[in-house]
């Protein structure tokens, strides 16, 4: 059975940094593409970084230069640094893993509050 675990969010100022964490188990994490996904109330969920199996990173350029998506397949884990955090960063952030037909598991997401 495929778990997938999130940590790290919290309450945190702006200028703050946080790193989110999500852990995989049951299944091939080394297989799969990984992203980082947000939502904040009110407003639809978004993509805010990708790493893929070859390496290559995407970042929106709300977060670009102060987000950084990595991935540990040793511990079947993933990312995201955040630093220069800002109050429009405020949403739950989601992991997600997927394969090339874009199929995959989601987090629970888990929630990051930056306050002005």
């Known amino acids: 059975q495929v778990q997938v675990e999130e940590s790290g969010g919290g309450l945190v100022q702006a200028g703050g940094s946080l790193r989110l964490s999500c852990t995989a188990s049951?299944?091939?994490?080394?297989?799969?593409?990984v992203a980082w996904h947000r939502q904040a109330p009110g407003k639809q969920r978004e993509l805010v970084a990708v790493?893929?199996?070859?390496?290559?990173?995407n970042y929106p350029d709300s977060v670009k230069g102060r987000f950084t998506i990595s991935r540990d397949n040793a511990k079947n884990t993933m990312y995201l640094q955040m630093n220069s955090l800002k109050p429009d960063d405020t949403a739950v952030y989601y992991c997600?893993?997927?394969?090339?037909?874009?199929?995959?598991?989601w987090g629970q997401g888990t929630q990051v509050t930056v306050s002005s």
């Open positions: 049951g299944m091939i994490f080394a297989r799969y593409n």
């Open positions: 790493l893929t199996l070859g390496g290559n990173t």
């Open positions: 997600r893993m997927f394969d090339v037909r874009a199929q995959g598991y």
